[in-house]
């Protein structure tokens, strides 16, 4: 069956920098646009990042733009998010999200999610 298994979150100071990785399998990883989504706690779940099959084209939430970066490596089967310039307000569960043949920012859209991976950002 498909899984995604997220990894690097953890507990990191303002300012600081983390990466996130994405390890999928059950599936032909080269075959899904792939994104990174988050949820706070009382917040909806929001886009951060969209990555297409090839990693042409990529697509951030307003609140992320030029301090995250989306990538992949489709030989790995494996989506990464580097966050840099890490907020408070970045604290939150972060999922991986994977949608076959479609790129896209809608979270409705997406077939396969990971369990998340908590960030915690300390003032």
């Known amino acids: 069956q498909v899984q995604l298994v997220e990894s690097g979150g953890g507990l990191v100071q303002a300012g600081g920098s983390l990466r996130l990785s994405c390890a999928a399998s059950?599936?032909?990883?080269?075959?899904?646009?792939m994104a990174w989504f988050r949820q706070a706690p009382g917040k909806e779940r929001e886009l951060v990042a969209a990555?297409?099959?090839?990693?042409?084209?990529?697509s951030y939430g307003d609140s992320v733009k030029g301090r995250y970066a989306i990538s992949r490596d489709n030989a790995k089967n494996t989506v990464y998010l580097q966050m840099n310039d890490l907020k408070p307000e970045d604290t939150a569960v972060y999922y991986c999200?994977?949608?076959?043949?479609?790129?896209?920012?809608?979270?409705?859209?997406?077939?396969?999610w990971g369990q998340g991976t908590q960030v915690t950002v300390s003032s």
């Open positions: 059950g599936l032909i990883f080269s075959r899904y646009g």
């Open positions: 990555i297409s099959r090839t990693g042409e084209t990529t």
């Open positions: 999200a994977a949608n076959y043949l479609v790129y896209t920012r809608a979270a409705r859209q997406y077939d396969y």
